[in-house]
């Protein structure tokens, strides 16, 4: 399929998927007159690249991960994937908890503003003054 097909069936810009070539990512096949042309394998592969950026992992580290879907039979590969992958992990717990510490915070900040808002609601209008 073309770049502009492929764009349809995942919703990934043509100029996104230039890039994970650039990258690495993605391979293609080019025709004579130069146009991309992608298996029907790389709709999964597309996907599969998207959740990692959407994980927050960077192009870099998704090249280094890669390859353990590339070649799944390969040791070295396997250590080399796995190792990344478990930084990978624990930088996105880390990510969770700094989250969640913030969500409490905000927690925290809203119910003083409930608390506060109440109190306005409830107070006495001011007198006008006649000068």
Do not use: W
């Amino acid at each position: 399929m073309r770049i502009g097909e492929l764009s349809k069936r995942t919703g990934v810009s043509p100029r996104s998927l230039r890039y994970y070539e650039e990258q690495g990512l993605l391979t293609s096949s080019r025709s004579d007159a130069g146009q991309r042309h992608y298996s029907d394998a790389a709709v999964q592969r597309v996907s599969l690249i998207r959740q990692l950026f959407d994980a927050g992992m960077s192009s870099r580290v998704i090249a280094t991960v890669l390859p353990c879907v590339d070649v799944p039979g390969d040791l070295g590969v396997a250590e080399e994937t796995f190792t990344a992958m478990m930084r990978e992990r624990d930088r996105i717990d880390a990510d969770i908890a700094h989250l969640i510490e913030t969500r409490d915070a905000l927690d925290v900040l809203i119910r003083a503003n409930s608390r506060h808002r109440a109190e306005l609601s409830t107070a006495p209008e001011p007198v006008a003054q006649s000068t």
